[in-house]
């Protein structure tokens, strides 16, 4: 008598699966994360109510969350459109720092000096700039099959040093004694915040992007196309006409939106171009859209969770003095095991006796 | 000339690393299962293979190790992609992020010591060869066996038996289960295998090249790779041109520079992606329109036995 | 997961969340300073020196707690760094790379009672002062052994960013070398990187192909002395003791102590005296200083640093006095003029003799 497991895939999702599946693997989570902690001489309750308190506690924390969680949002949102069109789209890092070199030019060359006029003109620049960075990969993947996963990572880099090139050359600032940074940018460049906290109108163009992409996936012929692009690329690839068009227009608005990201960044946050700008959320953004299944709006909730995460992370530095390494640890771990659940919830193991096959 | 030598010598130095990695990769996602923990992998071997030196005395015992725990970290990802079916991009992420993470953490003991390493060994007899022998044999002793894995696995992946029911997990899991093959078991080895030698790529770094150990000092190279297997159309001799290809472009940037330049710095450093998304389309547009050629037909895709098509 | 879920989750980490904080002791009044690192203290570099600093002055103050932040991007990474440190009882808070300076001012005017010191920056305010320390004097020292000792006459310096400090590390050692040997020149390639070992091992390759057979340095890992004493070539090494590194080819290093100065600080703050202003202190206090020679290094060369230092102590003389030319032998500082501490702060152009390009604005 042996037994033999099967694993099969589930047909259907049950509700209840749904539900608790993913809350218990961030309980196991939580808890490989105490073992990890306790490994490093720290207590993990004392660890875990630091971060909580940090990241939801007060108004602050809170505010800093929304903060990260804005250029996540939107990074999330332009990834996750290239990813429903099987397009894989890695270079939002360097979507994202074209948009803000965009923006700077925009500040630079076409200056008005009017609130709403800059936001719309930084807008266009930063969505066109990203958007054409992104559609150079999509052209060559829909033209020769160029493989895109390769041009946007190298697009990333080639970004990271042109905008060294500018903001050590001819875009630096004469006042700032000669470090690379551009000149801070005016009053009405800068993206308007929310009184007393740092959070700055990109938080509207964010929601306004996951309700809108939300929509469109779900309602209109558009978005269906998209995701059946998404789903046989080859069939759609044999309709020949349209698919080069297609994956052009997808990769343009997918980077046009990190480029906006990018936008915000350097406008609302930090208020000029500096060397240390960083766009490691464009790489966040791929996990980001991963846990939220691609989904706009869970996107926008995803992205709150990861940025008080880091949030909350930093509080492990400051207040219970380890390493920032150990947050890094405890992404990696959370990840392992949200990834461990994925498979519980969406294949069903069955033990069967016999040689039964 | 004595300047090409020297550059082309410096491209092969800086481009070992980059060459294990991608050999490592090559193999595991030959067997079909994709892995973008490359950096994680590598640093993890880094500081394997420096902190086992540095207590043992011995680098080849260091190297050794960085092997062993490199197949054993990468076999998390692979147990996750083959057992548990998951998704391979996240688990790659997590991978690399989770190697960085420990690898810092664990590091924090070594960081200001230094180790002898792994000296140059000159290669007797073939680094005499005018032009070839100092680019090639004037280095040491890994940077040999990365030549030796090269030849090694083009054969491997071609002539052998092994080799082809590799290849056939990869390209065509139904019809290799089919045959009889233990698709699981073959991922689980290419897996191990692989990790192994991307980690090597990391030791390299830390035992021989620069002979230490700090935080991040793969400096990216383990995404190099990652876009080099692809770059290399999954083929050893070919991957081993784009390493050089990637080592020699800073080398001769850095050259360019020392003997006086006035082309920005920043502009020269993007050469060697530049030429990398060049090449690529001059291939890709020589191969015509279609699937893309040599890679294994069922890359990122967990396998069903049970699954109807 | 649905986005129902996420929603669940959200809703239980708040609630989570304002229990913990029912639970927050209150901080204690003793003083509470915050350090701001923009590397791993463990780099042996730039920020492992200030976190020396900083143990140096638990160890002079007993009943003052620190808490430092490593590897903080420059950015608005760092205003909410310093924030959750002024959040936490910090009253003093040290941002250590130049690249904060915009947080320091915006975080500094939300916490007029908090004194912010800034290092290497130039904007201050109330609550803001500035600490730096006179590098270049003992990088001119240094220089002054590296042109007494090259052969070939060429120096090769691998140096981090193209940036007034780097700039002015690189002037001060030009000056030195020429002082020393007036045939010596400078060579020198961007990393663009403060941290790089492969780049700068490559880098340093490079400049020896080139034909030196000395190097300086200025980046923050120890890749540079490795490789000048695997190629048997000198190396003069910068922010630590880089001997560890290069047993038999280090001549010397020019490096940082920030103990006296931060000791400095806390005194003040303490006793009550603190005021806003640019501590830019020099070679005399200790701040910078050159670790002690190898045995390669002859006594006319000892000699020689020997007497540059003491006029450099006793205030007689300075390394950015007249007579300067630049790279195109324009001479730009006159024979018994002063550098002001703003152009030195400002650097963007090289002295005659080094040879290597810094990018323009437009």
Request: proline share 4%.
């Amino acid at each position: 008598m042996s037994i033999s497991v099967r694993v099969d895939k589930r047909t259907y999702s049950s509700w209840f699966l749904s539900v608790f599946l993913p809350i218990i693997s961030v309980l196991l989570a939580l808890i490989g994360g105490s073992i990890f902690l306790a490994f490093l001489k720290v207590s993990p309750l004392q660890a875990y109510r630091g971060m909580f308190q940090t990241a939801f506690g007060d108004w602050y924390g809170i505010s800093e969350t929304i903060v990260k969680a804005i250029p996540l949002t939107l990074s999330g949102i332009a990834v996750t459109l290239a990813f429903k069109a099987t397009v894989w789209n890695i270079g939002a890092a360097g979507q994202i720092f074209l948009g803000a070199l965009a923006t700077t030019a925009a500040v630079r060359y076409f200056y008005v000096d009017n609130h709403w006029m800059m936001f719309f003109i930084m807008f266009l620049l930063a969505g066109i700039a990203g958007g054409s960075w992104a559609a150079i990969a999509g052209y060559l993947k829909a033209r020769w099959n160029v493989n895109e996963t390769i041009t946007t990572l190298m697009l990333n880099y080639i970004a990271i040093h042109l905008v060294d090139y500018f903001i050590y050359g001819p875009w630096k600032d004469p006042d700032s004694l000669g470090f690379p940074m551009t000149a801070p940018f005016p009053e009405a460049a800068r993206i308007p915040l929310l009184v007393g906290t740092r959070i700055h109108y990109g938080l509207f163009i964010a929601i306004f992007f996951a309700i809108f992409f939300w929509f469109i996936f779900r309602y209109t012929r558009w978005g269906y196309e998209i995701q059946v692009i998404g789903e046989s690329p080859k069939a759609a690839q044999y309709a020949g006409i349209y698919y080069l068009r297609y994956i052009v227009l997808i990769m343009f608005i997918s980077g046009a939106i990190a480029g906006i990201a990018g936008m915000c960044e350097v406008s609302g946050l930090q208020g000029r171009l500096q060397h240390g700008f960083t766009a490691e959320f464009g790489f966040t953004a791929i996990i980001v859209a991963w846990l939220a299944r691609l989904n706009p709006i869970s996107v926008m909730l995803v992205s709150f969770l990861i940025g008080a995460l880091q949030v909350g992370g930093e509080s492990l530095q400051i207040v219970m003095r380890l390493p920032i390494a150990s947050t890094l640890v405890l992404q990696g771990l959370i990840l392992f095991f949200v990834l461990g659940g994925e498979f519980f919830r969406n294949y069903r193991i069955r033990f069967i006796r016999g040689d039964e096959r | 000339m004595e300047m090409v030598v020297s550059i082309l010598a410096a491209a092969v130095r800086s481009g070992t690393p980059i060459l294990f990695a991608t050999l490592g990769e090559i193999i595991i996602e030959k067997s079909g299962i994709l892995n973008l923990g490359l950096e994680g992998i590598m640093l993890i071997g880094a500081l394997t293979g420096f902190s086992v030196s540095l207590v043992s005395g011995n680098p080849w015992l260091g190297i050794m190790a960085a092997f062993i725990l490199g197949a054993l970290i990468t076999l998390i990802h692979g147990f996750i992609s083959i057992t548990l079916r998951g998704n391979q991009v996240v688990s790659g992420l997590a991978m690399t992020i989770f190697g960085t993470g420990v690898s810092s953490l664990m590091g924090k003991a070594f960081i200001g010591k230094t180790i002898p390493g792994l000296l140059k060994t000159p290669f007797p007899v073939l680094n005499r060869i005018p032009f070839v022998g100092p680019i090639f044999f004037n280095h040491d002793l890994l940077v040999y066996f990365s030549f030796f894995l090269v030849i090694f696995l083009s054969w491997f992946l071609i002539s052998t038996r092994i080799g082809l029911n590799l290849r056939a997990v990869g390209d065509s899991p139904r019809a290799a289960d089919a045959m009889g093959l233990n698709i699981n078991r073959i991922r689980y080895l290419a897996v191990a295998i692989g990790g192994g030698i991307v980690a090597i790529g990391g030791a390299y770094l830390s035992v021989a090249y620069n002979k230490m150990w700090t935080e991040s000092m793969t400096a990216g190279r383990g995404w190099i790779a990652v876009a080099l297997v692809i770059f290399a159309i999954w083929n050893p001799t070919r991957a081993a041109l784009g390493a050089y290809l990637f080592g020699g472009v800073e080398a001769f940037q850095l050259r360019l520079q020392a003997t006086g330049t006035s082309i920005p710095t920043p502009l020269l450093l993007m050469l060697p992606y530049l030429l990398t998304v060049c090449v690529l389309i001059f291939i890709s547009i020589g191969k015509g329109k279609g699937i893309l050629f040599g890679a294994p037909a069922s890359l990122g895709q967990p396998y069903f036995r049970e699954e109807s098509e | 997961m649905n986005k129902w879920v996420w929603l669940l989750i959200l809703v239980v980490f708040f609630a989570m969340g304002s229990v913990a904080l029912a639970f927050d002791p209150i901080p204690a009044e003793d003083l509470k300073i915050g350090f701001v690192f923009v590397g791993p203290v463990g780099d042996g570099g730039w920020s492992y020196m200030h976190d020396q600093g900083r143990q140096a002055i638990e160890k002079a103050f007993p009943g003052v707690t620190t808490m430092y932040a490593e590897s903080v991007p420059e950015g608005p990474d760092c205003a909410r760094v310093m924030e959750q440190f002024v959040r936490n009882g910090a009253q003093l808070v040290f941002a250590t790379s130049f690249g904060y300076m915009d947080q320091v001012i915006e975080v500094a005017k939300k916490y007029p009672d908090v004194v912010f010191m800034h290092c290497s920056g130039y904007k201050m305010a109330d609550n803001v002062g500035l600490y730096f320390g006179r590098m270049y004097q003992a990088r001119y020292l240094s220089g002054l052994v590296a042109g007494s000792m090259t052969k070939s006459n060429i120096i090769g310096f691998p140096a981090a960013h193209p940036i007034p400090e780097v700039i002015r590390m690189i002037n001060a050692f030009t000056l030195g070398a020429r002082k020393a040997n007036p045939d010596a020149r400078v060579k020198v390639v961007w990393l663009y990187s403060w941290f790089d070992p492969g780049k700068e091992k490559e880098a340093t390759k490079a400049l020896i192909d080139a034909g030196a057979d000395m190097i300086g340095m200025h980046a923050d890992s120890g890749s540079t002395p490795q490789t000048a004493e695997e190629s048997g070539v000198y190396v003069i090494g910068y922010n630590n003791d880089m001997s560890s590194y290069a047993p038999t080819k280090c001549l010397t290093s020019s490096v940082w102590d920030w103990s006296t100065i931060y000791v400095d600080i806390i005194k003040k703050v303490i006793e009550g005296n603190w005021k806003p202003i640019d501590d830019w202190w020099g070679m005399d206090t200790g701040i910078v200083k050159l670790t002690s020679f190898s045995q390669d290094v002859p006594e006319e060369v000892k000699t020689l640093v020997q007497e540059e230092q003491e006029k450099i102590i006793n205030g007689t003389w300075d390394v950015f006095w007249g007579p300067i030319k630049d790279q195109n032998g324009n001479e730009k500082i006159a024979e018994g003029q002063k550098m002001s501490d703003q152009d030195i702060l400002s650097f963007s152009w090289f002295v005659e003799g080094v040879e290597g390009e810094i990018p323009v604005s437009q």
